[in-house]
């Protein structure tokens, strides 16, 4: 790339905007398309919430922008992924091992078996320092001290020599969220961050990670299947479904009003207390197989709403307008029959 079209690149181009994305995987029971076509982009400060049942495609797409794909048997086939501009497809991959050490970072469900069980948090909050910004042994440790104290451990200086297993479940992912931190990325990915939590746990270490996003103008990707934990911090969703993503909205216009079946059905399930950490979901029958994804539109078998044609014609992504034929900006959605969705109550 040009100085000229780096600068260009840098001036107009989201921080991250993926586009066409494909992944398979290729296992002896055959081909499983686990994302067929998927796009969105992340600006700078903004937080994308990724919304879908489980094997839906969310943590695969997640890996294969931060490039960590399980390969073999995982292969992106097709798409693009730009970072600031430059497709991270596309370099080589000490470029993009060092894209990803410094500007993108990613949490995960289960600290415990993130992080090293035999090194104390310190140590492994240091390392990054040691290793990334050439600090020495004593610098670091004061850094970790003030990342842990960032993410509000409380008595950050007596325990920084603390092992993993010595903290609560929400510390832990605390620390998780430090180590992701640590070197001010530009976006970071959180997959699934409090699922393993309880719900008020839950809540402190969302408004944490929404907080610290705000406060370093982060972009941020919140992958999920709770509705639930989106709302008060994501700015727009994007719903997917067998690989593809079948609506994207503002948060609170896909609230308001959902313009595909799916949507609804997610909006419509009832957590249950009584069947602890499941979810009854209003939407009949199950995820499809990967290997044989059905025809038309791949959510047909178990809409509400399908007619013959969602069984032959898959239906294209396309903008959400009002009546009058205004775009509703950010929206859209892959459903033949989206304007009856949208009315329906
Ligand atoms: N390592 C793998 N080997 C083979 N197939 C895989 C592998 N990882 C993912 N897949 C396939 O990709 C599909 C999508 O997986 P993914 O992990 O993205 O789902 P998800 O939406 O994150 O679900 P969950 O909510 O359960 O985390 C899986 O259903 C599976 O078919
Ligand atoms: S295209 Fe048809 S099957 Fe697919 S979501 Fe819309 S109504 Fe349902
Ligand atoms: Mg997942």
């Known amino acids: 790339m040009t100085i000229t079209e780096e600068r260009t690149a840098g001036r107009t181009a989201p921080l991250l905007e993926v586009a066409d994305l494909r992944v398979e995987f ?17 600006d700078a400060g903004e937080t994308l919430a990724v919304l879908g049942e489980s094997g ?28 600031q501009g430059r497709d991270l497809l596309t370099m080589s991959a000490e470029q993009r091992r060092r894209v990803r050490g410094a500007k993108m970072a990613m949490i995960f469900q289960d600290a415990l078996s993130s992080l090293n069980p035999v090194l104390s948090v310190g140590a492994q909050l240091g390392e990054m ?22 993410v509000r451990i409380p008595a950050a200086k007596e325990r920084v020599g603390d092992y993993p297993h010595q903290f609560s ?19 970071i990915i959180a997959d699934e961050p409090t699922t393993a939590l309880d719900v008020t746990v839950q809540a402190q270490v969302m408004d944490l990670l929404a907080e610290l996003r705000r406060e370093y103008d982060m972009g941020l990707i919140l992958i999920t299947h709770d509705l639930g934990v989106v709302a ?25 009003r959902p313009a595909h079946p799916y949507t609804r059905g997610l909006l419509d399930s009832i957590p249950r207390v009584d069947l602890k950490g499941q979810e009854l979901y209003a939407i009949r029958g199950l995820p499809p197989n990967l290997t044989a994804i059905p025809s038309g539109c791949a959510f047909h078998p178990r809409c509400p709403r399908a007619r013959d044609v969602c069984r032959t014609d898959d239906p294209p992504l396309h903008p959400v307008t009002e009546d009058d034929g205004t775009r509703i900006p950010g929206r859209a959605s892959a459903c033949h029959f989206w304007r009856d969705e949208l009315h329906a109550r």
Request: glycine content about 10%; cysteine-free; charged content about 25%.
């Open 129 to 150: 320092f040691q290793v990334h910004r050439g600090m020495s042994r004593k610098q670091a440790r004061t850094k970790a001290v003030e990342l842990m104290e960032r």
């Open 169 to 187: 479940g929400g510390m832990r992912q605390r620390i998780m969220i430090a180590m992701a931190l640590a070197l001010e990325p530009e976006l």
């Open 56 to 83: 839906s495609g969310k943590s695969v797409t997640a890996q294969a922008v931060m490039g960590i794909l399980d390969s073999p048997p995982g292969y992106v086939t097709g798409g693009r992924i730009l970072f």
């Open 232 to 256: 008060d911090v994501a700015d727009k969703i994007a719903v997917m479904y067998a690989g593809r993503i079948v609506e994207t909205a503002p948060v609170h216009e896909l609230y308001k």
């Open 26 to 42: 290729r296992t002896r029971d055959g081909v499983a398309k686990a994302v067929n076509g998927v796009g969105y982009t992340v």
